[in-house]
């Protein structure tokens, strides 16, 4: 009597068709969830790490030169010299974070359409040297804030690094309080120039960039949700928690708020001072550039707020005629 293993197949040794079946699938389920490396200079270590510190955001960090600006003491070589070295705190603490962010969400980065090309969750940048170097330039940056500034500049700029660490870590995943620490990096960039200076702070400008942050934060939100499709969380696991309708609203409040604040602002008199034409004619193309940037959050291709006014010709130019107005207004115009 034949073996019962000859006729119906032994368990044990699959047949080469199947065999071949199942590599092939395999096969094909790695290839799908690899990394696709960039090539060039994207693809080397250095490129890399020059990427994932994403040096077109440290345009961001311009905001240091916000409350210097509008007080008109930009003009001393001094006040130059330390608004640079702010800048370059705020870039090197930034940097750390990017590094530590994307080495903590470099898996789940891989399932996003745009973040899978980040270079540590393409391969090109190692989990372990992201976090080193992380771990390295967060400490740093607090540290030479301490030693090369002032005591309140040096606050704000510690304050920052240990809020986004822990952004990292935990917030991002607590409702609401992650676009509240978001916005609140924006206003410490804002707020670190005048303290490096000892330059008050006024309310209407505390409340214009606070709520424009946050108008900001949440139509990257809104355009991110419109992006994976309500429900759907990508890399973000919180949006699965916020509704479409719901981030609309907040992004829709804060640019009301800040938009109101800022006319309070330039229809108001300062100490009995009279008002300067140029700073009620700022007005209109502040106005102007809020609604033009509206559109892309309304679309859902509102990405980083830098990366839509670089590409982006007609609000680059509205904005740059805000620029003129303001500085007009700053001289007393």
């Known amino acids: 009597m034949a073996d019962r293993s000859t006729l119906t197949g032994s368990p044990m040794a699959p047949s080469p068709g199947r065999d071949a079946e199942s590599s092939g699938a395999a096969s094909a389920t790695a290839a799908a969830t690899a990394p696709l490396r960039p090539h060039g200079f994207a693809g080397t270590l ?5 990427l994932t510190v994403r040096p ?3 345009v961001k960090n311009l905001l240091v030169v916000a409350a210097p600006a509008a007080a008109g003491q930009l003009a001393a070589v001094h006040t130059v010299l330390e608004l640079a070295l702010v800048f370059a705190l705020f870039t090197a603490a930034a940097s750390a ?9 470099a898996e789940a980065d891989r399932a996003h359409p745009d973040k899978c090309r980040r270079p540590v969750a393409a391969g090109t940048v190692p989990v372990p040297l992201a976090y080193a170097l992380g771990a390295l330039l967060a400490p740093a940056s607090a540290v030479a804030a301490a030693l090369l500034c002032n005591t309140a500049t040096a606050a704000v700029l510690t304050g920052y690094v240990v809020m986004q660490i822990a952004y990292c870590l ?3 995943r607590v409702l609401v309080v992650d676009l509240a620490v978001v916005t609140a990096g924006f206003v410490m960039r804002a707020m670190s120039g005048g303290l490096a200076l000892d330059i008050p702070l006024s309310r209407w400008f505390l409340i214009t960039a606070g709520f424009g942050a946050l108008f900001m934060v949440a139509g990257k939100r809104y355009s991110e949700a419109l992006l994976m499709g309500e429900g759907e969380g990508g890399t973000r696991a919180l949006l ?3 509704t479409v309708g719901y981030l609309r609203f907040v992004w829709q409040l804060a640019a009301g708020v800040a938009v109101l604040a800022y006319c309070l602002w330039a229809l108001g008199t300062d100490a009995g001072a009279g008002v300067s034409l140029c700073r009620q004619l700022s007005m209109v193309p502040l106005i102007c550039a809020v609604l033009r940037y509206a559109v892309f959050i309304d679309r859902g291709t509102a990405g980083s707020p830098e990366d839509v006014l670089l590409r982006d010709r007609p609000l680059a130019v509205t904005a740059g005629c805000w620029g003129l107005l ?5 001289m007393g115009l």
């Open 170 to 172: 935990r917030l991002k």
């Open 56 to 58: 077109r955001q440290w």
């Open 240 to 242: 699965r928690e916020y």
């Open 326 to 330: 303001y500085g007009l207004s700053v």
């Open 97 to 105: 974070v990017y590094l530590l962010n994307d080495a903590r969400d």
């Open 46 to 50: 250095a490129g890399g790490l020059l």
